[in-house]
């Protein structure tokens, strides 16, 4: 059973940075790809960032240039730094797992961006 823990969310200025963590029971390695997504009050659930096991990442078109996905596999943990922080940044952010063609959830973590 993969089990993934977040960390770093919090309330933060708009313009400010934070950094999420995310922290994977078992090797990352073992995973297809890993991902953030976020979710807003009222709001369907948005892929935020992606990264396959061979590095390659992507991103919603509103982070991109803002946001980075990046993986430490020696920690068994993916990142999303984000800069430059948005009041509609403000959601639930929620770690992502793909494996075998099966997706696990973390429990998620709050941002709020103040104006």
């Known amino acids: 059973q993969v089990q993934l823990m977040e960390s770093g969310g919090g309330l933060v200025q708009a313009g400010g940075s934070l950094r999420l963590s995310c922290a994977a029971s078992?090797?990352?390695?073992?995973?297809?790809?890993m991902a953030w997504y976020r979710q807003a009050p009222g709001k369907q659930r948005e892929r935020v960032a992606r990264?396959?096991?061979?590095?390659?990442?992507d991103y919603t078109d509103s982070v991109k240039g803002r946001f980075t996905i990046s993986t430490d596999n020696a920690k068994n943990t993916v990142y999303l730094q984000m800069n430059t922080l948005k009041p509609e940044d403000t959601a639930v952010y929620y770690c992502?797992?793909?494996?075998?063609?099966?997706?696990?959830w973390g429990q998620g973590t709050q941002v709020t961006v103040s104006s």
């Open positions: 992502y797992a793909e494996k075998n063609w099966l997706g696990y």
């Open positions: 990264i396959t096991s061979s590095g390659s990442a």
């Open positions: 078992g090797s990352i390695f073992s995973f297809n790809a």
